[in-house]
C-alpha cells in the first residue's frame, strides 16, 4: 500500500466528528498521508456520496485508500465492505448504493465484508452510532498502512450481492437522448447529467450545433430551448445557456457566467431527467 488515506463523509466541520477519524488512523500508522475528498455531502445522501467518489477516485494513484462514510442506516444490519476497484484502489463504506457509480463507470474487481474482530477499533464495542470512527476509519487506516491485507479483513462476498443504484444509465433513442441530472456543480449551478459524451456523439452532434433541451420534473416540462453544443464557456455570451461536456466527460447544461438551477428553480434526480434532441435545419 501507498499510506495514502483519503476520507468523505456528511460530517462537516462543525464539530469533532472528522478530527477523531483523523486521530484514529494516525493512531494506527502516524505517517499516514491523510486527505480529505468532501465533509459537506448533504446529510444522508448515499447517491451525493456516490458521484463524488465518481469525480475523485480514478485520479488517484494505485494502492489508495477511500473511507465514505455517509451512514443512515448506522448500527443496523447493512454490511459494511471494503470494495476493491479495477484500478487498485479500495473504497471502505457502508454497502448502502455509495459505491454504485464507482461500480459502473470503473468497475468492481472484489469485495470484502468487514469482520468487527478485525476491523473495528479496540474498546469500542459498546458504541453503535459513530462506525465512521471505530469500524471505517480504523479500517482504512490497517489497509492503507498495510498493517493488514485486504483479504484478511474479512470473508469475500459475491458482487451480485452489492446494494447499487437503479436507473443511473441514460435512454438512447436514433434522434435524441433522455437523461437524468446526477447532480450540480455545487458552487455555479451547472447542471451535470448521465449522459457521456461519447453516447451523446452518437446522434451525430458536433460542437457548434443547436440542440432542442427540455428539462421534466415527472410529466412536467420545466425548461425548453434550443442551446448550442459548445466547447466552452467563452463560447457564448454572458448570461446564454449551453452544453458542453464537463470534467466527468459527460454533458453538462450552463449558463455562461450564471446559475443554470437557480434561474430555472431545477432539481436533480428522480423525478428530474433531461431529453436532448438534434435540431433539424
Not at 484478511?152 to 452489492?162: A, H, N, Q
Not at 453516447?199 to 415527472?218: A, C, H, K, M, T
Request: charged letters at 25%; hydrophobic letters at 40%; glycine letters at 8%.
Amino acid at each position: 500500500m501507498n499510506k495514502l488515506l483519503v476520507f468523505q463523509s456528511d460530517f462537516g466541520y462543525s464539530d469533532g466528528a472528522v478530527a477523531a477519524m483523523t486521530g484514529v488512523a494516525l493512531c494506527v500508522d502516524p505517517t499516514l498521508k491523510i486527505y480529505n475528498l468532501t465533509h459537506d455531502i448533504p446529510p444522508f445522501d448515499s447517491f451525493e456520496a456516490s458521484y463524488r467518489l465518481l469525480q475523485a477516485v480514478p485520479y488517484w494513484p494505485e494502492g489508495t485508500v477511500f473511507v465514505t462514510v455517509v451512514d443512515p442506516g448506522v448500527g443496523s444490519e447493512r454490511k459494511s465492505i471494503v470494495a476493491e476497484t479495477r484500478k487498485g484502489q479500495y473504497i471502505v463504506s457502508p454497502d448502502n448504493g455509495s459505491i454504485s457509480h464507482i461500480a459502473r463507470s470503473i468497475g468492481i474487481r472484489r469485495v470484502f465484508e468487514i469482520s468487527e474482530e478485525v476491523g473495528r477499533r479496540k474498546n469500542s464495542e459498546n458504541s453503535h452510532t459513530f462506525h465512521g470512527r471505530d469500524i471505517y476509519a480504523y479500517t482504512g487506516a490497517l489497509l492503507a498502512s498495510g498493517t493488514v491485507r485486504v483479504e484478511e479483513i474479512g470473508p469475500e462476498i459475491s458482487k451480485d450481492e452489492l446494494r447499487l443504484f437503479q436507473g443511473i444509465e441514460p435512454i438512447v433513442t436514433d434522434s435524441k437522448v433522455r437523461g437524468m441530472i446526477e447532480t450540480l456543480d455545487v458552487r455555479f449551478g451547472s447542471l451535470w447529467t448521465n449522459i457521456s459524451r461519447e453516447l451523446f456523439e452518437r446522434l451525430g452532434i458536433q460542437p457548434g450545433d443547436v440542440i432542442d433541451v427540455s428539462i421534466y420534473n415527472g410529466k412536467t416540462r420545466m425548461y425548453r430551448s434550443f442551446v448550442n453544443f459548445s466547447h466552452t464557456f467563452a463560447d457564448v455570451e454572458i448570461g446564454e445557456p449551453l452544453l458542453y461536456v464537463n470534467s466527468m466527460d459527460h454533458i453538462g447544461l450552463a449558463i455562461n457566467q450564471g446559475n443554470f438551477a437557480k434561474a430555472y428553480n431545477i432539481g436533480t434526480r428522480d423525478p428530474w431527467y433531461i431529453v436532448l434532441e438534434k435540431k433539424e435545419v
